[in-house]
């Protein structure tokens, strides 16, 4: 497959339900989410978000709603007529700018048509985007009230008040993280059986090709406390499985409840302990951050998902000196191993980049050599795209565009076909699915394996938001077929192959 757009294989974290395979599609197409609609109740005013990106912005949307929500804003199904529209943004993919700015043309539109009828239409722009070029927002949508940095959003209530008042835009793109995470407020909207909790923002690692340092700043841990107190009210709030968020997750390293600087590997003993959380994960992780003790804590946790997400972005050494990776291709291959040794039956996914400025067909052939002989459950695989302002941009020996489609075709075929022989290889096994909500046919339910695949079953709606043992009875490309056992998980031995 070739195209402009970085091409995206597999599920990954962002869809808790049975969305899975629309939000695929959508991220496809570069579509941006909405929030999640509720009706708005009587007399409130009406809120539309819309989300690009990532799992941390479709978090990071749902924390500017619990903020806006004392204001009397509750989530609209559509921008038009509502009284404010957030678009929430993303950097890292290509076009985000001109996304953005095609989106805005739209919205001025409604914006005129509320102003016509009497009414009055905020209009934000918040994310990475928005970061990077509050300047050139304002400067080409004038009719814009807000530009909000990733870190401003505890601020929202107040700029909200100054831009109703302001002629001008309000722009805010310059807080500290530390300041955005102590003055939210609780979340409050339910997530359901899978939530997501951002515990780690922002990156020191100045990878060559990307703009998340630039855009969302230097790293930042959130205290221990806070974020265990957070996955608490998610857990009464009916959540089984927590998936810890940050662009470097594994690089946490917080303020323990006990006064010490913890890591992640004791943050998820921690989490562990917390009655009714049946399941954790963390994504996205850095290579270089994959320390014994998190490696050790695969084996040690049982609530710890048997799926890791860690992107190696290339197979080359020549490549991962030249993206700054600070790891090589064998350093790659021993953590896998090693995670492997701690427990048995972890899946791998990873990113990969195709064609980053000076990649040889000698470095390509070792990409995919190292995808041969890891093995991906899954993966997302990228066609290098410049980013302004970064090393990898205005780097010599950019690799011609044609030569990089065929280069992501061969990387996306084997990845494919990988993720096909996965899926297949869990038939016949027995083993534990968090059902996350109804099916898309009648009598069906929708679930999540260990191995983060979507899994659909014929059950009954009662056991949403349960830890169900089943049999894998059919593999799909992008999803499983299953028959429910009966009897509580942990009855069935796990991973046991079925009686032919
Ligand atoms: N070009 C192509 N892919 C990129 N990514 C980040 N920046 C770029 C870029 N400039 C990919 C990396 C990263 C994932 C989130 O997006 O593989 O891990
Ligand atoms: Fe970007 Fe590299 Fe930081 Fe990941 S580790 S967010 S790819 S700079």
């Given at each position: 497959?070739t195209?402009e757009?970085?091409?995206i294989?597999?599920?990954d974290?962002?869809?808790?339900?049975?969305?899975?395979?629309?939000?695929?599609?959508?991220?496809?197409?570069?579509?941006?989410?909405?929030?999640?609609?509720?009706p708005?109740?009587?007399?409130?005013?009406?809120?539309?978000?819309?989300?690009?990106?990532?799992?941390?912005?479709v978090?990071?949307?749902?924390?500017?709603?619990?903020v806006?929500?004392?204001?009397?804003?509750?989530?609209?199904?559509?921008?038009?007529?509502?009284?404010?529209?957030?678009l929430?943004?993303?950097?890292?993919?290509?076009?985000a700018?001109e996304?953005?700015f095609?989106?805005?043309?739209?919205?001025?539109?409604?914006?005129?048509?509320?102003?016509?009828?009497?009414?009055?239409?905020?209009?934000?722009?918040?994310g990475?985007?928005?970061?990077?070029?509050?300047?050139?927002?304002?400067?080409?949508a004038p009719?814009?009230?807000?530009v909000?940095?990733?870190?401003?959003?505890?601020?929202?209530?107040?700029?909200?008040?100054?831009?109703?008042?302001?002629a001008?835009?309000?722009?805010?793109?310059?807080?500290?993280a530390?300041?955005?995470?102590?003055?939210?407020?609780?979340?409050?909207?339910?997530?359901?059986?899978?939530?997501?909790?951002?515990?780690?923002e922002?990156?020191?690692?100045?990878?060559?090709?990307?703009?998340?340092?630039?855009?969302?700043?230097?790293?930042?841990?959130?205290p221990?406390?806070?974020?265990?107190?957070e996955?608490?009210?998610?857990?009464?709030?009916?959540?089984?499985?927590?998936a810890?968020l940050g662009?470097?997750?594994?690089?946490?390293?917080?303020?323990?409840?006990?006064?010490?600087?913890?890591?992640?590997?004791?943050?998820l003993?921690?989490?562990?302990?917390?009655?009714?959380?049946?399941?954790?994960?963390y994504?996205?992780?850095?290579?270089?951050?994959?320390?014994?003790?998190?490696?050790?804590?695969?084996g040690?946790?049982?609530?710890?998902?048997?799926f890791?997400?860690?992107?190696?972005?290339?197979?080359?050494?020549?490549?991962?000196?030249?993206?700054?990776?600070g790891h090589?291709?064998?350093?790659?291959?021993?953590i896998?191993?090693?995670?492997?040794?701690?427990?048995?039956?972890?899946?791998?996914s990873?990113?990969?980049?195709?064609?980053?400025?000076?990649?040889?067909?000698?470095?390509?052939?070792?990409t995919?050599?190292?995808?041969?002989?890891?093995?991906?459950?899954?993966?997302f695989?990228f066609?290098?795209?410049?980013?302004?302002?970064?090393?990898a941009?205005?780097?010599?020996l950019?690799?011609?565009?044609?030569?990089?489609?065929?280069?992501?075709?061969?990387?996306?075929?084997?990845?494919?076909?990988?993720?096909?022989?996965?899926?297949?290889?869990?038939?016949?096994?027995?083993?534990?699915?968090?059902?996350?909500?109804?099916?898309?046919?009648?009598?069906?339910?929708a679930?999540?394996?260990?191995?983060?695949?979507?899994?659909?079953?014929?059950?009954?709606?009662?056991?949403?938001?349960?830890?169900v043992?089943?049999?894998?009875?059919?593999?799909?490309?992008?999803?499983?077929?299953?028959?429910?056992?009966?009897?509580?998980?942990?009855?069935?031995?796990?991973?046991?192959?079925?009686?032919?």
């Amino acid at each position: 497959m070739t195209t402009e757009m970085p091409t995206i294989m597999g599920t990954d974290l962002r869809t808790p339900q049975a969305a899975e395979a629309a939000d695929a599609a959508r991220r496809q197409s570069g579509e941006p989410s909405g929030l999640r609609p509720r009706p708005a109740p009587e007399g409130m005013k009406r809120l539309f978000v819309k989300t690009w990106g990532c799992q941390m912005n479709v978090y990071d949307s749902g924390r500017m709603a619990d903020v806006l929500a004392p204001l009397g804003y509750a989530p609209a199904e559509t921008a038009e007529g509502a009284d404010m529209v957030i678009l929430n943004t993303c950097h890292i993919r290509e076009k985000a700018a001109e996304k953005l700015f095609s989106e805005l043309g739209r919205l001025r539109a409604a914006k005129q048509a509320k102003e016509a009828a009497g009414g009055r239409m905020v209009l934000a722009v918040a994310g990475c985007v928005a970061q990077a070029e509050g300047a050139e927002i304002t400067a080409r949508a004038p009719y814009v009230d807000i530009v909000l940095g990733p870190q401003g959003y505890h601020r929202l209530p107040e700029m909200v008040a100054r831009a109703t008042r302001a002629a001008g835009a309000v722009i805010e793109t310059d807080f500290p993280a530390e300041q955005k995470f102590d003055h939210l407020p609780e979340a409050s909207a339910p997530q359901g059986p899978i939530a997501f909790l951002t515990i780690q923002e922002g990156c020191d690692k100045f990878c060559s090709f990307c703009v998340v340092p630039y855009t969302r700043g230097a790293e930042y841990s959130r205290p221990a406390a806070a974020v265990i107190a957070e996955a608490r009210r998610l857990v009464a709030q009916g959540a089984r499985e927590i998936a810890l968020l940050g662009q470097n997750v594994n690089a946490w390293h917080g303020e323990g409840t006990d006064g010490a600087t913890w890591n992640l590997a004791r943050l998820l003993h921690a989490l562990a302990e917390i009655p009714d959380l049946a399941r954790l994960r963390y994504t996205t992780s850095h290579p270089r951050d994959m320390d014994e003790a998190l490696i050790a804590a695969h084996g040690a946790i049982p609530q710890l998902m048997p799926f890791l997400h860690l992107p190696v972005q290339s197979g080359s050494d020549r490549v991962l000196r030249a993206m700054n990776r600070g790891h090589t291709a064998d350093a790659f291959r021993r953590i896998a191993d090693r995670l492997r040794a701690a427990r048995a039956d972890l899946a791998l996914s990873s990113d990969f980049i195709a064609g980053h400025p000076g990649e040889t067909a000698q470095d390509h052939a070792a990409t995919l050599k190292l995808i041969e002989e890891i093995g991906f459950a899954q993966a997302f695989s990228f066609k290098y795209s410049p980013r302004p302002g970064t090393p990898a941009a205005t780097a010599p020996l950019q690799v011609p565009e044609a030569e990089k489609d065929r280069r992501l075709h061969e990387i996306q075929s084997l990845l494919r076909d990988q993720q096909e022989r996965f899926n297949r290889s869990r038939e016949g096994i027995r083993c534990d699915i968090l059902v996350t909500g109804l099916g898309r046919h009648p009598g069906q339910v929708a679930a999540r394996s260990p191995w983060l695949q979507p899994v659909h079953a014929e059950a009954p709606a009662a056991l949403i938001g349960q830890v169900v043992a089943c049999e894998i009875t059919e593999a799909h490309p992008n999803s499983l077929a299953a028959r429910i056992l009966g009897g509580a998980a942990g009855d069935h031995p796990r991973e046991e192959k079925a009686a032919a």
